[in-house]
């Protein structure tokens, strides 16, 4: 059993020489550890935050004044400072994750609708215009092999591409404006 004196005598210790703080260390490990693993039921997180805990405490050890209370109590202080301190971190990261996702939520169904306005530009061409843009964008033929495929000069695929690009944009100009 370690008796008030003790304990003082131990700090005092290390406060002094740091490397007699290994005693305080194995003296108070299992406690520190039990009282941060029955609040964080993470294994990880709860060696994490006891090292974080020790490590506080060796830094900040000459700054410890004895007020009476034992030496464990400082350290359950640290330990639910460092506690709270990762539930804040973790809450702001989830706040900024849930952002992060609405933000690209909104970006994709954007981009769908976008691409649906677009679909539905393309249906309204003329029927040659259709051909060509759907042949050279959607399945990505040469203007050469498009003009074999529709029986046309490569001439005459350049300008339908070029005729159904203009009444695509304007179009979407169109509807743009409409809203």
Request: proline share 2%.
């Amino acid at each position: 059993m370690v008796t008030e004196s003790d304990e003082r005598m131990l700090i005092e210790a290390a406060q002094n020489d740091p490397g007699c703080f290994a005693e305080l260390y194995e003296r108070n490990f299992h406690q520190v550890y039990a009282y941060i693993a029955r609040r964080i039921h993470d294994r990880s997180e709860t060696q994490d935050l006891t090292a974080h805990v020790f490590h506080q405490a060796l830094a900040n050890i000459g700054k410890f004044k004895w007020r009476g209370a034992p030496f464990i109590t400082w350290l359950y202080r640290i330990a639910a400072n460092a506690i709270a301190d990762q539930a804040r971190k973790k809450s702001r990261e989830l706040a900024e994750t849930e952002d992060a996702t609405k933000t690209s939520v909104a970006a994709d169904l954007e981009h769908v609708e976008r691409c649906a306005r677009l679909f539905r530009a393309v249906e309204a061409l003329p029927e040659d215009q259709r051909k060509v843009i759907r042949l050279r964008f959607s399945e990505e033929k040469s203007i050469r092999e498009i003009a074999s495929d529709l029986n046309r000069s490569e001439g005459a695929v350049k300008q339908l591409q070029f005729r159904g690009l203009e009444n695509l944009r304007a179009r979407m100009r169109a509807e743009a404006e409409l809203k």
